[in-house]
């Protein structure tokens, strides 16, 4: 156990000494959350006063929440690519020839991610609130959306890197990210309130966990949470991450059988 | 000559038995067969060297005494632990350079060697000191802050063997480590896989495609071909195994055209020397005839007399002493420089590719 924690954390390290090399990424990861903020901002800006919407009449406050789990979504789901990185400089056979903690490989890439979700949560909610949003959870509420986010990471950072260790191409890992990014994201109540959408979708969302992260992020940042709804989801969320970090761990022996 | 060598003693260092590997060949075609029932045993603080053309399955194996792959069938132990049932405790006895670069050119070479030997178990302090040490022992000690990025393709593949070299592994893989090295910094490698066999008892097994580095180098040596071995043994019993001098005659050819006049005067040359009788294991590589005689300096004479006679003309004639070389033709039928002519050329384009770089 305690090897599986040292090298956690040195594996963790280790990425995050990548990152600090690439500063084009540090600003890319600012560039995105104002231009989805301002975008959708914009273009939905009049969506408040359709009748039934609610959200106290300001999208921006409405919207945060959603680009907050937007941005963990879309980053997660790439998370795979760095795998293949590593398969195809050899590093990830490097890493199955010593004796690397499996479990260990798998949750320092998701902590890496859950890091960077963090950092990018704090900025998009830093420049909501310099556009005018205002929020009403507090330093509690401000957390448990830090936590839906981390754990919403967790769960496509996981499928991502499975796909990554069972496909071991960039483009294949690509196309089923974007292919299931997107329609999580329509599902969702993210940019739409869904009691406008008809009733499928919403039957459809409740079992979508990014519409899961999206609910407790929006009751957590609101004046009057749920807070049955806040634990239920987030619990939902917890066990999902879960599973899928154990299902990825184990894609390493199919990965192993076809090197 | 079987499928496997078996060299007795309770000091092997490396076992595998009867290994067979197969490769899903994808969308509809063939499986790719790997290993074909390749099996050796290598002998503890020896240099046993993996040897043949490629594709021949030298990584396969290498891979899967290193836990890296699994075999379809067969056994294979690596400090007398079973591959299969012990993987963690096998990984903890090796060290693994692979035919690829393996270190992350993100890092520096530093960082790259320390993270190794932290994975590896060894404590902060202790993989910081064994970094300085190899990087001096691999004259890297000036690029030892920079990144591997930026590093020569040479400099590249010392860290690689570095890093397998940082927990003081019993037994060490090296698939093709002098690969893309300069003469100098190849002798340099080989001195090093020298001194660590015979100072530190470290079993090596290293593939190649240089037959003078496993003649060099190697206590014993296997000659693979088709995912199984075809030849086994210490260089000398391989050589001395021949019976003989090698003779290589290059045939005029230059005035036979078009093509069908060149097979035709190779064939006529054939015949000739086939009544004659006096030469062993004729092959021909383009216009180029080898063969083995028992007394090569005898022959000759008659070999060229015999041509002549058939209409044949001869641009050069020579007998020497068996090489590595000839063991090689012998056992996989085509001559080292052939095989590896393909593989010269898309190692020229690699390097064309770095320095464009
Ligand atoms: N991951 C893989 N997937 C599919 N086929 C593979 C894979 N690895 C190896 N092969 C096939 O298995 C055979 C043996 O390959 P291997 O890499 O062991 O050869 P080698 O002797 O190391 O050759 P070289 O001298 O070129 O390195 C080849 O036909 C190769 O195409
Ligand atoms: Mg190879």
Request: aromatic share 6%; proline share 4%; glycine share 10%.
């Amino acid at each position: 156990m305690s090897t599986a924690i040292t090298h956690t954390a040195i594996l963790t390290g280790r990425s995050l000494r990548g990152i600090w090399r690439m500063p084009v990424f540090l600003v890319m990861n600012l560039v995105q959350p104002i231009m989805w903020l301002l975008l959708f901002g914009q273009l939905f800006k009049s969506v408040v006063d359709i009748p039934g919407f609610g959200a106290g009449g300001n999208y921006l406050e409405f919207l945060t929440p959603g680009v907050v789990m937007m941005m963990a979504l879309f980053a997660s789901a790439w998370a795979g690519t760095t795998y293949i990185q590593d398969m195809d400089r050899g590093v990830m056979d490097r890493f199955l020839t010593s004796p690397t903690n499996r479990g260990a490989l798998m949750v320092s890439s998701l902590l890496y991610q859950g890091m960077t979700t963090v950092v990018q949560t704090l900025m998009v909610i830093g420049i909501a609130w310099l556009t005018g949003a205002r929020f009403h959870g507090g330093v509690s509420g401000l957390l448990l959306l830090l936590l839906a986010a981390v754990l919403l990471t967790a769960v496509f950072g996981a499928l991502s890197n499975a796909v990554a260790l069972l496909l071991r191409q960039q483009q294949a890992l690509i196309g089923i990210s974007q292919l299931l990014t997107l329609p999580l994201m329509f599902l969702s109540s993210a940019i739409m309130n869904t009691k406008l959408s008809p009733q499928w979708v919403q039957n459809v969302a409740a079992y979508n966990p990014f519409e899961w992260s999206v609910i407790v992020g929006r009751q957590a940042l609101s004046a009057a949470p749920d807070w049955a709804s806040i634990w239920w989801h987030l619990g939902l969320l917890a066990a999902l991450a879960l599973v899928m970090t154990w299902v990825a761990t184990r894609a390493f022996r199919a990965y192993q059988r076809s090197t | 000559m079987g499928s496997t060598i078996i060299e007795s003693g309770s000091d092997t260092a490396l076992a595998a038995v009867d290994l067979h590997k197969s490769y899903g060949g994808g969308r509809g075609r063939p499986p790719v067969k790997a290993l074909d029932g390749l099996g050796f045993t290598a002998a503890t603080g020896s240099v046993f060297a993996l040897l043949g053309p490629n594709g021949a399955g030298k990584s396969t194996t290498v891979k899967i005494l290193a836990t890296l792959s699994r075999a379809d069938s067969g056994t294979a132990t690596v400090a007398g632990i079973d591959v299969q049932r012990h993987p963690e405790r096998v990984r903890r006895a090796i060290g693994f350079v692979a035919q690829r670069p393996v270190t992350d050119p993100m890092d520096t070479g530093r960082e790259n060697l320390v993270l190794a030997g932290r994975l590896q178990g060894m404590g902060a302090r202790d993989a910081k000191a064994r970094a300085g040490e190899l990087l001096d022992r691999f004259a890297l000690t000036d690029a030892a802050r920079r990144l591997v990025r930026g590093y020569s393709g040479g400099m590249a593949r010392k860290l690689d063997v570095a890093m397998g070299l940082m927990h003081r592994p019993q037994v060490l893989f090296l698939d093709e480590p002098t690969t893309g090295l300069d003469p100098q910094a190849r002798a340099e490698m080989w001195a090093e896989i020298e001194r660590m066999a015979r100072d530190e008892r470290m079993t090596i097994l290293l593939t190649t495609h240089y037959l003078e580095e496993a003649d060099k180098l190697a206590a014993r040596l296997a000659i693979v071909d088709h995912g199984r071995i075809v030849a086994g043994g210490s260089p000398e019993e391989l050589k001395n195994e021949l019976h003989g001098d090698s003779v290589v005659i290059e045939l005029d050819t230059a005035a036979a055209r078009p093509a069908a006049a060149v097979t035709e005067t190779v064939v006529r040359a054939q015949e000739a020397l086939a009544r004659l009788g006096t030469l062993r294991d004729i092959v021909m590589d383009d216009d180029v005839l080898r063969a083995r005689a028992d007394n090569g300096a005898r022959a000759l004479p008659h070999v060229l007399a015999a041509l002549e006679t058939a209409g044949v003309g001869v641009v050069s004639a020579a007998v020497a002493r068996p090489s590595l070389d000839d063991v090689y033709l012998r056992h996989t039928g085509h001559t080292f420089a052939s095989a590896q002519a393909g593989q010269a050329v898309a190692e020229r384009a690699g390097d064309l590719a770095e320095v464009a770089r």
